[in-house]
């Protein structure tokens, strides 16, 4: 049980749209996620996809709207709904979700999980 410093996780990757997970808690991962330019438009059937920005800003498309977050924000996108998120420079995102979510909402198309 020691304390997760944020920043300090983040510097550990440079690649973008990579979650890693930093902690967990009740069966859902805390991960950190550098990201710059558009993700892919997806969802998730089974689980609500949560972000809160820690520095930048970050826009979730949805199919019928946008979603401005700047840091301090968080959105949460509801199961089911697709959604698509994009930075137009490079944004640090918190997310939460239950351990095994696929980041694209699609198994063979996910990213890998990296606990850091």
Known sequence: ???????AKLSTSTEYWSPRTVSQFNGHDVMVVKAHGEFKWH????????FLV??????IELRDRSVTLHAGEHFVVPR??????????????????????????????AAPRVVI
Do not use: Q
């Open 1 to 7: 049980m020691d304390k997760v410093n944020l920043e």
């Open 54 to 59: 820690l520095r930048g800003t970050l826009v």
């Open 43 to 50: 969802k998730h059937d089974d689980t609500d996809d949560f």
């Open 80 to 109: 089911g709904v697709e959604h698509r998120p994009v930075a137009s420079e490079e944004v640090h995102v918190l997310l939460i979700e239950p351990t095994g979510t696929p980041n694209t909402g699609d198994r063979s198309t």
